[in-house]
């Protein structure tokens, strides 16, 4: 989503930009191996880059820059005027950076010199109290993405709790009592033979059916604000992810579930 949002910046509507990573060395990192590749697969961006005078962590285009920083680094949120901030992996920043304060907000300040500036902020969770949670939990309008099922066409958020795998699994699983062998024994086998049940329907939904219902989808929302809001939230898992499986996260929870930190960060990042 930032690499589109910057390609669209570059293209179409060019000020200075800033990305910052929680760490200046995974944001240079990101800078070689990432952005750089993307920027030069695109003819009209690639077109527009300025190699020569960009570095690793400051790329130049006309009328605009992008600068990479990182969330432990004050030196690298300080100074420079921006109107495009986008911050990644919110939830890995630190809280504070000595006597500087939030990274966060530091960022956010380079904004100031512009009206219309945009800021966004992504992340994997992490607890309530994350940062991505709290900036959820206070948008003005908080959507998700909505597919439709291929049996009665019913708009429908993939939700976890409508994976189904065979019952004669569930009972080989409970019969396990924890033991690894057994345990990845049966989630081997729920991997091949997991599917989606339509929450509507109750029809049957295979991973063949997942890239149509992806194209049919839309964002939508169970509250719609009575104003113009500033502030839109989006949240998706890894269900509607097209090179992941319904089996794959089924079998994942299977492997997590006996573990307290393994089902953490399936709930996290799955």
Known sequence: AIFNALGYCISQDQAPAMIVYPTVDI?????????????????DISGRFIEQKSQKRDLQFPGMSIAISGANSAASLASRPIRYLFMDEVDKYPPYLGDEGDPESLAEERTKSFHNRF??????PTTTRGRVNMAYNSADIRLKFQVPCPHCGKHQELMFRQIK???DLK???KESKGDPQKIAKVAQNVLSSA??????CGGRIEDKHKQEML?????ASDEEPDYEPRKVAYHISSLYAPWVTFGEVAAEF?????????????????
């Open 27 to 43: 944001g240079e990192w990101t800078s070689d191996n990432r952005i750089r590749p993307f920027l030069l697969s695109s003819p």
């Open 119 to 124: 800021i966004f902020r992504a992340s994997t």
């Open 165 to 167: 795998w065979l019952d």
């Open 171 to 173: 009972e080989e699983y």
């Open 195 to 200: 599917w989606y049940e339509c929450v509507y």
């Open 215 to 219: 194209r049919g989808g839309h964002w």
């Open 254 to 270: 299977l492997r997590s579930k006996p573990f307290p930190e393994k089902l953490r960060n399936f709930i996290n990042s799955w």
